[in-house]
């Protein structure tokens, strides 16, 4: 007996070691548990997991996206067949590519389910305007995600769908016919479009990607999870809040209070 | 006063010496003479061996003497008044407010070098050296009077296949001594897609002409109901003009030329209307538009500037 508890608690020595060392010095640990067992309402569901789904469908596309990228070729004499070649010959190469494709479909079907979530929920309103915002610009990047991949493929649906994006574009007021030579990179589609739809599908929108889910995310910590409409626990709440006395506005250097005016719960 | 840690808990430093400087010089002569020389890379051993014993000798004859005590009157740094009065809450002294201006501005600055070439590199290529391309066809008696031809080509040899377009062409015989040629682009005047003829193509007659812009290919067509869009059902006469569906336009033009009697296309230009039709047509000829954008009436006025093509 004895001797199963000094291994137990040696093992657990062990494991702990690392943890205390990392936290020690970055705070990490603390931090995650932070985001991971913070408080949200009793009473919310499901519904509540779509963000979630939407992230997870955005990692997705991330990993598959990096290694599609170590086997495909962003020129017009070989872009086509790098990705028949992917699809084809390569281990496991049609199984990322098709996480890849049809990932992006469900990446965008969840923003919107879980844009409709939001909205129909009213989880949209003070103090969570902002984080709709984001959310709104996450939606045209992702978007936009969707028009510069559906180029590298290079086929026919490819090249005209490409065409014609790129030509709607061209029609907007003033600057659409700038807008269109910019995103062709020149007058006419050519090896520069291919290269640079490449480079704007898998470095710079990700990347602006990356920085607004971060905020997102950030929004939703700070301000918490929204109650849905039907909640009773809400409805016991009264009112959503009162607004606290705000010192008089000082800037950055010294802001307000943290989080003045969220609503907090009795029990806190 | 006595350090609390204790004499031998002080961290032990190396006094300043300036050795390590000459015996840096030292190294990097050797390594940049075994490149270039061997004198350079000998002068260099001979320059590290001679700082680095005297680097050496210093560090292990112990530390300098500590410093004496301080002189009378001096007070130490933690009693003693300030040397400045200290500031009221909110005041800043002139000093951090320029730091801050600098680190701002110096920042900026650092940032605009950085990023506006970059920026500038990610967008000018798009609207600089977009050259015209002349597109020869080959001879003009390879196209029939009278008689229409979907002719494919390659408009740019740098950029190969890619800049492959087509165009259908009827060569109208002569007007007033010269040779007259419809030649009109397959770009869809509503966003662009490949125009169809409205007949049959005579696949089996097509023949390849080689010429310096590669291949080019001529098969004849009867496109008696014009020219239709399988995208979204544009619909156009023979001369181009805009019977029915969603463009905006007639479909464009290419200038052309008889060089030699070969037939070599120009820019492509946009048409506002043609009157008539073959050699007679008259065609209201109008700058280059992208598809979808109106060269006529009120709604042109709202595509006043056009990037060079």
């Known amino acids: 007996m004895a001797t199963t508890q000094t291994k137990q608690s040696k093992s657990r020595q062990a494991v702990m070691y690392p943890l205390d060392w990392l936290e020690e010095r970055s705070g990490l640990v603390g931090g995650l548990r932070y985001f991971l067992f913070r408080k949200v309402p009793g009473d919310s569901s499901w519904w509540h997991t779509l963000g979630s789904a939407t992230l997870t469908a955005f990692l997705v596309q991330l990993v598959t996206g990096v290694i599609l990228a170590m086997y495909y070729k962003p020129d017009p004499q070989n872009a086509h067949a790098s990705v028949e070649n992917i699809t084809h010959n390569l281990w496991g190469g049609w199984l990322v590519r098709g996480m890849h494709r049809w990932g992006a479909s469900v990446f965008i079907i969840l923003m919107f389910m879980h844009m409709g979530r939001v909205?129909?929920?009213?989880?949209?309103?003070?103090?969570?305007?902002?984080?709709?915002?984001?959310?709104?610009?996450?939606?045209?990047?992702?978007?936009?995600?969707?028009?510069?991949?559906?180029?590298?493929?290079?086929?026919?649906?490819?090249y005209w769908a490409t065409v014609v994006a790129v030509n709607i574009n061209?029609?907007?007021?003033?600057?659409?016919?700038?807008?269109?030579?910019?995103?062709?990179?020149?007058?006419?589609i050519g090896p520069d479009t291919l290269a640079r739809f490449y480079s704007i599908h898998m470095l710079l929108i990700p990347g602006a990607l990356i920085g607004l889910i971060g905020f997102h995310l950030y929004l939703v910590v700070r301000l918490g999870v929204s109650s849905p409409p039907w909640s009773k626990d809400a409805a016991e709440l009264g009112p959503d809040i009162e607004p606290e006395p705000q010192p008089p506005r000082s800037g950055l250097v010294q802001p307000a209070p943290r989080a003045a005016g969220v609503r907090r719960r009795p029990s806190e | 006063?006595?350090?609390?840690?204790?004499?031998?808990?002080?961290?032990?430093?190396?006094?300043?010496?300036?050795?390590?400087?000459?015996?840096?010089?030292?190294?990097?002569c050797l390594l940049v003479g075994l490149v270039v020389s061997w004198w350079v890379a000998a002068l260099g051993a001979a320059l590290a061996l001679i700082f680095g014993f005297l680097w050496a000798r210093e560090v292990t004859t112990g530390r300098e003497a500590t410093p004496g005590p301080p002189p009378d009157g001096a007070v130490p740094a933690h009693e003693g008044e300030g040397a400045m009065p200290p500031a009221t809450p909110g005041e800043r002294f002139p000093r951090n407010k320029f730091l801050e201006g600098a680190t701002l501005g110096l920042g900026a600055l650092i940032g605009a070098i950085v990023t506006l070439p970059a920026l500038g590199f990610a967008l000018m290529p798009s609207f600089l050296k977009q050259k015209a391309h002349k597109v020869d066809l080959g001879p003009l008696s390879d196209f029939e009077e009278n008689k229409w031809q979907v002719v494919t080509f390659i408009r740019d040899p740098a950029q190969g296949e890619i800049s492959r377009r087509t165009a259908f062409i009827r060569n109208n015989g002569l007007l007033n001594g010269q040779p007259s040629v419809t030649v009109i682009s397959n770009r869809c005047a509503h966003v662009g897609c490949p125009v169809q003829p409205g007949g049959p193509v005579f696949?089996?007659?097509?023949?390849?002409?080689?010429?310096?812009?590669?291949?080019?290919?001529?098969?004849?067509?009867?496109?008696?109901?014009?020219?239709?869009?399988?995208?979204?059902?544009?619909?156009?006469?023979?001369?181009?003009?805009?019977?029915?569906?969603?463009?905006?336009?007639?479909?464009?033009?290419y200038e052309f030329d008889i060089v030699d009697g070969r037939l070599v296309l120009g820019n492509l230009y946009s048409v506002a209307k043609v009157e008539g039709a073959g050699k007679a047509a008259r065609i209201e000829k109008a700058e280059l538009q992208g598809p979808g954008q109106h060269v006529d009436g009120p709604e042109s006025w709202l595509y006043p500037l056009q990037p060079p093509h």
Not at chain 1, 119 to 139: C, D, M, S, T
Not at chain 1, 171 to 184: K, N
Not at chain 2, 6 to 20: A, C, T, Y
């Open chain 2, 203 to 253: 696949q089996k007659q097509e023949k390849t002409v080689k010429t310096r812009n590669g291949d080019v290919n001529i098969t004849p067509v009867l496109p008696a109901a014009g020219f239709i869009c399988p995208c979204h059902g544009g619909t156009y006469d023979q001369e181009g003009n805009r019977i029915a569906g969603p463009p905006v336009r007639g479909l464009d033009r």
């Open chain 2, 1 to 28: 006063m006595e350090d609390p840690r204790g004499e031998d808990q002080q961290p032990q430093l190396p006094s300043p010496s300036l050795w390590p400087v000459g015996f840096a010089v030292g190294i990097v």
């Open chain 1, 119 to 158: 909205f129909l929920f009213g989880a949209y309103k003070y103090p969570r305007e902002l984080n709709w915002i984001v959310g709104v610009l996450i939606l045209a990047t992702g978007l936009f995600e969707g028009l510069t991949g559906y180029l590298l493929p290079f086929d026919q649906t490819a």
């Open chain 1, 170 to 188: 061209g029609t907007a007021p003033f600057v659409g016919p700038w807008l269109a030579s910019v995103l062709r990179g020149g007058a006419e």
